[in-house]
């Protein structure tokens, strides 16, 4: 599983404004079959270290979530839902990356996607400022769903670090927001502002300031059955700094 060819130009934007020092940089494209991903331990992964949630697998040069189980499927009143609250399990797969990072951060990844469908909420997610430790994953993520459809979607939200605390920050819905196989997405918080990519256009924007400080990782949508090894990255790329 190897991605198509890629936009080089989407994939050489740089979001640090000039004169700013990098604090520290990571860039793959997943050369290890690895279940869950390590990459000589720089990763951390929602089952293994974060207990409640699922590992990401690495093989072929794709990283993707693993399939888990789903015991309570997901309704939301943003995906049409009639309900108040979220319902489900949202155990995602995660992985974190570990150590110390720059608080503003720019990720950028490449999705892989093949048989799209409507019948599942896939989502390739890229997360910013977030920490990983037993029974929690607070930070922001900022996610896409594999589908050029009425039913694509684009948004960014607040995870308050217990299995299924969150909170939406922005949301936008339509054929546009969604994404194909090749396509580069991009996320970004700087100070507290936080805004999503598509091929180098912004397509989402939020302000909070909950968490001054973080890593980056990424992570896919859980309840997606068989389908884990139809969407993920393949390629993934972070760039920190400070104020």
Same mark, same amino acid.
């Given at each position: 599983?190897? #991605? ?17 020092? #990098? ?14 991903? #390590? ?26 979530? /693993? ?12 995906? @049409?839902? /009639? ?15 570990? @150590? ?20 599942? +909420?896939?989502?390739? /997610? ?24 009425? @039913? ?15 909170? #939406? ?6 054929? /546009? ?22 091929? @180098? ?33 393949? +390629? ?8």
């Amino acid at each position: 599983m190897t #991605s198509q060819s890629t936009d080089t130009q989407a994939l050489s934007i740089q979001r640090r404004p000039p004169g700013a020092v #990098s604090v520290r940089t990571y860039s793959t494209r997943f050369p290890a079959d690895e279940d869950p991903i #390590s990459e000589g331990g720089i990763w951390l992964n929602g089952r293994k270290d974060g207990l409640d949630w699922a590992d990401i697998r690495t093989r072929d040069g794709l990283a993707h979530g /693993e399939t888990i189980a789903l015991k309570v499927a997901e309704r939301r009143v943003e995906q @049409g839902d /009639e309900i108040d609250v979220p319902v489900g399990d949202y155990n995602d797969p995660e992985a974190i990356l570990d @150590g110390t990072w720059g608080r503003n951060q720019h990720v950028k990844a490449v999705v892989f996607s093949r048989n799209p469908t409507d019948k599942y +909420y896939q989502e390739v /997610e890229l997360r910013l400022r977030s920490r990983l430790v037993p029974h929690g994953i607070p930070g922001y993520e900022v996610f896409f769903r594999p589908l050029k459809a009425e @039913g694509g979607y684009a948004e960014i939200v607040r995870w308050e670090g217990p299995l299924g605390g969150w909170k #939406s920050l922005c949301r936008k819905n339509g054929p /546009e927001f969604g994404v194909k196989h090749g396509d580069v997405i991009e996320a970004t918080i700087i100070g507290s502002v936080i805004k999503g990519y598509i091929n @180098g256009v912004e397509v989402t924007s939020a302000t909070d300031d909950t968490y001054p400080a973080g890593n980056p990782g990424m992570g896919f949508n859980y309840g997606n059955e068989a389908t884990y090894a139809d969407y993920g990255l393949t +390629y993934y790329e972070v760039d920190t700094w400070d104020d």
